[in-house]
């Protein structure tokens, strides 16, 4: 869903368009891949969110959910009218973009720390590949929290609009 808000020369509105169909989809399907993972876990009689993969990933789920709530308003002009969304349009697409980047954050940093579960250990995975998968994930952190800092953050006056 952020890479479709890079502008590629498209019309505004498809990708913002563009931008809920992902943004929807994903939280749609991790909705279902939190509800197979708890099943599957609750039938084997396991505990649950017992490491950090899953207790990050749990975290990026409710992240997610709340930035497409969050990202409502800007789409929905009459969802403005309520008293606690009654701020500038800014405020409120700076608001987004900040909840959005430490959501994308998050679900990597979980793509990240599941090369460190036991799951891999299993696989005979070793080290060095464990490293230089999580080190990929980071890179990728740093790509988008440099994007979203300098289109969105650091640039209110471009925000406003």
């Known amino acids: 869903?952020?890479?479709?808000?890079?502008?590629?020369?498209?019309?505004?509105?498809?990708?913002?368009?563009?931008?809920?169909?992902?943004?929807?989809?994903?939280?749609?399907?991790?909705?279902?891949?939190?509800?197979?993972?708890?099943?599957?876990?609750?039938?084997?009689?396991?505990?649950?969110?017992?490491?950090?993969?899953?207790?990050?990933?749990?975290?990026t789920l409710c992240l997610s959910v709340i930035n497409a709530l969050n990202g409502a308003p800007l789409v929905y002009k009459q969802l403005r009218l309520l008293p606690f969304l009654n701020r500038p349009l800014g405020a409120l697409k700076r608001r987004h973009a900040q909840l959005g980047l430490f959501a994308v954050t998050s679900a990597l940093l979980t793509v990240g720390l599941a090369f460190y579960s036991t799951w891999f250990e299993k696989k005979g995975l070793n080290l060095i590949w464990q490293n230089i998968s999580f080190a990929g994930t980071m890179f990728l952190v740093g790509i988008l929290v440099a994007q979203v800092y300098e289109r969105r953050i650091a640039a209110p006056s471009s925000a406003e609009s």
């Open 1 to 59: 869903a952020v890479v479709s808000t890079q502008s590629t020369g498209s019309q505004h509105s498809l990708r913002v368009k563009l931008h809920q169909i992902f943004q929807l989809l994903g939280v749609g399907m991790g909705c279902a891949g939190g509800w197979v993972i708890w099943r599957v876990k609750e039938a084997a009689g396991k505990d649950h969110v017992t490491s950090w993969h899953a207790l990050i990933g749990v975290l």
